[in-house]
Nanobody, 111 residues
């Protein structure tokens, strides 16, 4: 299983980015998929997750700003990030089933 994450970059505070995670197999195979983030010296933290049935979970700090979604036909999970803050700066990782990881994509929020 391969997960390919993309979409990171540098954005000003208040801006938006959309991360994409393309899976090498059908995402129907996974009971859940999610996005994690990590900053230096801190453990990786779950940001958002979505189940096969479409139920979603968010960490409190991103509720109302981030939206996780999936396109089953494209085997891709997205993380739409709006109203970005400097504290959202991190390396973001795509995950499936808490087992499979994609390479991280850097998100930097700075003026």
């Amino acid at each position: 299983v391969q997960l390919q994450a993309s979409g990171g970059g540098l954005v000003q505070p208040g801006g938006s980015l959309r991360l994409s995670c393309a899976a090498s197999i059908s995402i129907f195979s996974f009971r859940n998929m999610g996005w994690y983030r990590q900053t230096p010296g801190k453990p990786r933290q779950l940001v958002a997750a979505v189940t096969t049935g479409g139920s979603t979970t968010y960490v409190d700090s991103v509720k109302g700003r981030f939206t996780i979604s999936k396109d089953n036909a494209k085997n891709t999970v997205y993380l739409q990030m709006n109203s970005l803050k400097p504290e959202d700066t991190a390396v973001y990782y795509c995950n499936a089933e808490e087992v499979y990881w994609g390479k991280g994509t850097q998100v930097t929020v700075s003026s």
